[in-house]
């Protein structure tokens, strides 16, 4: 391998996907001593950006992020996609893969609101925006005397309606909040206890045409491998529940000592019922763990469990 070749990183536009692609840039830089000018970034507009009208459950799912990239990887027109873990389909494109992903950020959602603590605290009747099926059925679960209502857009423009008074309080993701340098509008954190995240929360991953093995070692020094392991574990768990944004599915997986555990949640929208299953074994075992985990879940859900 050349010792400045120029890769290609493709990522969307929104400030929370550019802060993910310069991270990726600073680590291959960190780890080759490249230059970023050898790392361009080609910011690629999807189906999933231009969708602020809807729930992205009635426009098609999580592939709205990511076909645009998808096909620019297979005509060669960049080199690596960027992408937050939880928005990756469970099945990716013949000729693309996962190469890995770096490591983790904080999982957990962030409780945010200019005149409550809590989510406990607030009023009955009180209005909460998401765009996530997993947190309005999770709110609904704790909260059912709230109105949950739709909010879209990305995460400046979730706060800035929260700002206007449009909602009394929304939940982001500590990870993006994070890495976009907001923390400090968090008001409250959800420990994942009570408030489990969505599969691939925190978590970037980047993938690669399945052959490019310049790519591939290019990438290798920066992945990080419990984080594989952990989302080897969750999105097998998604993929036997044929999880999308369509279904209210919550799951982590994490390391305890040496042994993997995942918790997975799925809900009625409703928020009315919900079942859990726990998993445990080696690391090693993860895709085994996140299948088991899902087809209990399966095995115990009314034929109705996914309808309001």
């Not at 993910?20 to 001593?33: I, K, N, P, S």
């Not at 809807?54 to 690596?80: H, M, N, Q, V, Y």
């Not at 036997?240 to 000592?257: E, F, M, N, V």
Request: glycine fraction near 8%.
């Amino acid at each position: 391998m050349a010792s400045s070749p120029t890769l290609v990183i493709g990522t969307r536009g929104s400030p929370l996907a550019l802060a993910q692609a310069h991270e990726m840039q600073d680590r291959l830089v960190a780890a080759h001593g490249w230059t970023v000018e050898h790392l361009p970034l080609s910011i690629i507009k999807t189906t999933g950006d231009a969708i602020q009208d809807r729930p992205l459950s009635e426009a098609g799912g999580k592939g709205l992020f990511t076909k645009e990239l998808d096909i620019a990887l297979l005509d060669g027109s960049i080199d690596l996609a960027v992408h937050s873990a939880k928005d990756l389909p469970t099945t990716l494109p013949e000729g693309i893969v996962i190469a890995g992903f770096l490591p983790r950020e904080d999982v957990r959602d962030a409780f945010i609101s200019h005149r409550y603590a809590s989510l406990n605290d607030l009023p009955q009747g009180a209005v909460v925006g998401s765009a996530s099926l997993r947190r309005q059925a999770q709110i609904r679960r704790l909260r059912p005397d709230l109105q949950v209502t739709l909010l879209r857009g990305n995460v400046q423009t979730r706060l800035a309606k929260l700002e206007r008074g449009e909602v009394d309080a929304t939940l982001l993701a500590m990870a993006g909040l994070r890495r976009l340098g907001l923390t400090d509008h968090v008001t409250t954190v959800l420990e994942t206890e009570d408030f489990l995240p969505a599969v691939g929360q925190g978590a970037i991953a980047v993938a690669i045409r399945a052959e490019d093995e310049r790519v591939r070692q290019a990438l290798a020094p920066i992945l990080d491998a419990p984080t594989g392991q952990a989302l080897a574990a969750e999105r097998a768990f998604l993929t036997i529940l044929d999880g999308s944004c369509r279904t209210p599915i919550a799951g982590h997986a994490r390391l305890i000592g040496r042994e993997l555990e995942i918790r997975g949640l799925v809900l009625r929208p409703d928020g009315s019922e919900s079942l859990e299953a726990i998993r445990r074994g080696s690391p090693d075992d993860a895709v085994a763990l996140g299948r088991e985990a899902g087809s209990e879940l399966r095995s115990r859900m009314p034929p109705d469990f996914l309808k309001t």
